[in-house]
């Protein structure tokens, strides 16, 4: 049994090495993707701005569909480092597409549109999960 326990826990150490730096690696996503959105999103879900909590939690799970992909499929750090980074700049590229085929999408998200909120929210989730289908052997 303690031979069992052993073999179990032998992954621990990879795991929170894995888990840290993926905790990291949103940190970041969010900290850049908070920059480049002309509205304060945290802000403006404190007040209970609905757009922009949808908005925002969209690009998180967005991102972080991509992020477990690369975690899962990685060989080591490095790749699971480089496959995270793509789909940082391919989230933060959908930002930045939606927004310039909406133009009134920051103004809408602050305004407290729901609907734009929503939008851009599933189009982040629908990209990240192709995104991490894409992400093969």
Same mark, same amino acid.
């Given at each position: 049994m303690r031979e069992f326990v052993r073999e *179990?826990?032998?992954?621990f150490p990879p795991f929170i090495i894995y888990f840290m730096i993926s905790v990291v690696l949103l940190a970041v996503f969010?900290?850049?993707y908070l920059r480049i959105t002309p509205y304060r999103?945290?802000?403006l879900i404190k007040e209970g701005n609905a757009?922009?909590?949808? *908005?925002?939690s969209g690009a998180i799970i967005g991102f972080t569909l991509p992020l477990a992909h690369a975690v899962?499929? *990685?060989v080591n750090l490095v790749d699971m480092l480089i496959w995270a980074l793509i789909a940082l700049v391919v989230q933060l590229?959908?930002?930045l597409i939606v927004r310039a085929l909406i133009p009134v999408l920051a103004r809408g998200i602050s305004d407290g549109n729901v609907a734009q909120g929503i939008f851009l929210?599933?189009?982040s989730i629908a990209v990240g999960i192709l995104n991490a289908a894409c992400m093969s052997d």
């Open positions: *179990s826990l032998g992954g969010t900290f850049i999103e945290i802000t757009a922009a909590a949808a *908005s925002l899962a499929q *990685s590229a959908t930002y929210g599933a189009v």
